[in-house]
C-alpha cells in the first residue's frame, strides 16, 4: 500500500536558521505531490505542489520542495526561518490515476525559536 | 473565496449513537473529500464524492457513508458509533483532476 514517511517529528530551529524537512513515499508510478502546512490554530493550508515538469518547486513563504524520483523524495527547504513559520508541516502524495486520494505523512512540528 | 466550512466544531456522542457532519465547500470546486485525523496522525482518507457519486474510498467500514449535493455540500454520516471513531474529521474541497485541497476547520468528534 501507499505510505508516506517523514521522518523528523519535531524540529526545533532559531530564526534565520535553513530548514529541511524528509518526505519520503513508497510507490513507483506516477505521482503528485505536496506540502500542507497548519499554523497554530488555523485550518491546513496548501503550501506548494507537484504535477510535472521542474522537480524545483516554489512555494509561498519562500519555501520550496524538490522532487527527486531515484529518492522517491519531496523534501521541504527555506533557506531562512522565521518565527511566524512555527506549525505542522504535512506531506501528502496522490497516485496520479487516483487524483482523489491523497495520503499524508504524520507531520513534523516546527517551532521556531525568536 | 468562501473557504471550506464545516458544521459543527465539536460533538460529543455515546457509543452506538449516529452522527452526521456537514461542509459546505468552496465556492467553484467541484469535489469534496473526507478524512480522519486521528492525534499525532496525519488525516487518513475516508473517501470523496464528485458528481454526487462516491469517487474513491479509503480503508473505512461500510458504516461510514456520505452524501453530496447539488451545490456541492456534503455530508459524513457514521453509524453505530465505537470509541475508537474520536478523532478530528476534516472536509476538503477541490476541482476534479488539479491537485490540491482546501481544507476547512474540522469537526472534533468525541464517542463516550
Known amino acids: 500500500a501507499q505510505s508516506v514517511s517523514q521522518h523528523n517529528h519535531h524540529v526545533i530551529l532559531s530564526e534565520a536558521a535553513s530548514l529541511e524537512l524528509g518526505c519520503n513515499y513508497s510507490?513507483?508510478?506516477?505521482?503528485?505531490l505536496f506540502w500542507y502546512v497548519q499554523y497554530p490554530g488555523q485550518h491546513l493550508q496548501l503550501l506548494l505542489k507537484?504535477?510535472?515538469?521542474?522537480?524545483l518547486v516554489k512555494g509561498i513563504k519562500g519555501f520550496e520542495a524538490e522532487f527527486i524520483k531515484s529518492k522517491f523524495s519531496f523534501n521541504l527547504r527555506k533557506p531562512s526561518v522565521q518565527w511566524s513559520d512555527t506549525a505542522e508541516y504535512f506531506c501528502?502524495?496522490?497516485?496520479?490515476?487516483?487524483?482523489?486520494?491523497?495520503?499524508f505523512g504524520d507531520g513534523t512540528t516546527l517551532t521556531v525559536k525568536p | 473565496e468562501t473557504g471550506v466550512t464545516q458544521s459543527p466544531t465539536h460533538l460529543i456522542k455515546t457509543r452506538g449513537q449516529q452522527v452526521t457532519l456537514r461542509c459546505s465547500s468552496q465556492?467553484?470546486?467541484?469535489?469534496v473529500s473526507w478524512y480522519q485525523q486521528a492525534l499525532g496522525q496525519g488525516p487518513q482518507f475516508i473517501f470523496q464524492?464528485?458528481?454526487?457519486?462516491?469517487?474513491g474510498r479509503g480503508n473505512f467500514p461500510p458504516r461510514f457513508s456520505g452524501l453530496q449535493f447539488p451545490n456541492y455540500s456534503s455530508e459524513l454520516n457514521v453509524n453505530a458509533l465505537e470509541l475508537d471513531d474520536s478523532a478530528l474529521y476534516l472536509c476538503?474541497?477541490?476541482?476534479?483532476?488539479?491537485?490540491?485541497?482546501?481544507f476547512g476547520s474540522g469537526t472534533r468528534l468525541t464517542v463516550v
Open positions: 464524492y464528485y458528481r454526487e457519486e462516491e469517487n
Open positions: 507537484y504535477f510535472s515538469g521542474d522537480p
Open positions: 465556492s467553484g470546486h467541484n469535489t
Open positions: 510507490y513507483g508510478g506516477t505521482v503528485n
Open positions: 476538503a474541497s477541490s476541482v476534479q483532476g488539479r491537485g490540491g485541497y482546501t
Open positions: 501528502a502524495v496522490n497516485l496520479n490515476t487516483n487524483a482523489g486520494k491523497s495520503t
